[in-house]
């Protein structure tokens, strides 16, 4: 058990371009969620899977953010058409039960 | 709408001491509580949850309690270190599967 892995752990963009992260639960996780945290402030609900199936998404998930978990494993986060905004450390969590387990994050900085 | 609120933002306390950090949550119709522990540009890493039928839970140097009716949680760390200089976060689960955390409080042990 590696814990939870999120690739890349820093990404400097421009504005207007396309980014993915990818997030990599802890095996046998069936729940899988993406956060966002700004500077100073508690992490955000974005969007949940459970298995491959997306739950619930947040109204801060805008039309230019999609998530997917195509086979109930990893899941990626795409980012269209960047904005500054958009900077802001991305936080992955799964969870068998209970307890929700974080990965150490992506921080995303948009210049 | 859960809102989760961390008082104080901030808190010095010299080597040895013990220490209490307070979360309130406004919705007493929580399923859990979790505590975490962030280190700077990090993820988070888990200390502490606790049931909604439970009243507290111990690891190590760190006990949290919870009183769900009054909507308040409580961590308290014993004999402090400077290795416990963080940020540290709660969360509610309110069985809607999403965390909602708290703004954090950031600790500074003084050697």
């Known amino acids: 058990d590696t814990g939870v892995s999120q690739d890349p752990r820093h990404k400097i963009t421009k504005r207007g371009q396309n980014v993915t992260f990818r997030c990599d639960p802890i095996?046998?996780?069936?729940?899988l969620y993406w956060y966002r945290q700004t500077l100073g402030q508690g992490p955000e609900f974005l969007t949940y899977?459970?298995?491959?199936?997306?739950?619930?998404k947040s109204r801060l998930l805008s039309d230019r953010f999609s998530a997917e978990r195509p086979k109930g494993s990893f899941s990626t986060l795409e980012i269209q058409r960047t904005e500054q905004g958009d900077s802001a450390m991305y936080l992955c969590?799964?969870?068998?039960?209970?307890?929700?387990?974080f990965g150490q994050g992506t921080r995303l900085t948009v210049v | 709408k859960q809102e989760v609120t961390q008082i104080p933002a901030a808190l010095s306390v010299p080597e040895g001491e013990n220490l209490v950090l307070n979360c309130s949550f406004t919705?007493?119709?929580?399923?859990?509580l979790q505590w975490f522990r962030q280190d700077p540009g990090k993820g988070l890493t888990s200390l502490l949850l606790?049931?909604?039928?439970?009243r507290e839970q111990t690891s190590g140097r760190l006990n949290a309690s919870l009183d769900k009716s009054s909507g308040r949680s409580t961590l308290y760390i014993a004999a402090s270190q400077p290795g416990d200089s963080a940020t540290y976060l709660c969360?509610?689960?309110?069985?809607?599967?999403?965390?909602?955390f708290g703004t954090g409080t950031r600790l500074t042990i003084i050697p």
């Open positions: 969590a799964s969870s068998r039960s209970l307890e929700a387990f």
């Open positions: 969360a509610v689960s309110s069985g809607n599967e999403k965390l909602t």
């Open positions: 606790i049931q909604s039928s439970q």
């Open positions: 899977f459970q298995n491959e199936a997306q739950l619930e």
């Open positions: 919705d007493s119709a929580i399923y859990n």
């Open positions: 095996s046998e996780h069936n729940r």
